[in-house]
């Protein structure tokens, strides 16, 4: 089981870019789908989660900017940002609890895919 995450790139302040994490292998269910990100020097945050149903929950600071949502049936979860803003440069990265066809359930994390929003 492995979670890919695709779409980082450099924009412009006030550009749009849109993330996707496409998680794979034996895959039972998944649970909360959430981006996270890290600027250099900093702590890795929350950015957005989204539960299967669909409730979403977003950081203060990119609410109103960026839109989580998921799509079951493809084990995939995105995040489009608009109105980017130069703090908004870091690595992204998805992370959901997967329960696998052998029926264990862990923490899975992508690869960072960074973000880099220029002045």
């Known amino acids: 089981v492995q979670l890919q995450a695709f779409g980082g790139g450099l924009v412009q302040t006030g550009g749009s870019l849109r993330l996707s994490c496409a998680a794979s292998g034996s895959i039972s269910s998944i649970g909360v789908m959430g981006w996270y990100r890290q600027a250099p020097g900093k702590q890795r945050e929350l950015v957005a989660a989204?539960?299967?149903?669909?409730?979403?929950n977003y950081a203060d600071s990119v609410k109103g900017r960026f839109t989580i949502s998921r799509d079951n049936a493809r084990n995939t979860v995105y995040l489009q940002m608009n109105s980017l803003k130069p703090e908004d440069t870091a690595a992204y990265y998805c992370?959901?609890?997967?329960?696998?066809?052998?029926?264990?359930?862990?923490?899975?994390w992508g690869q960072g895919t960074l973000v880099t929003v220029s002045s």
């Open positions: 989204i539960t299967s149903g669909g409730f979403t």
């Open positions: 992370k959901s609890p997967i329960r696998t066809g052998w029926g264990s359930t862990n923490d899975y």
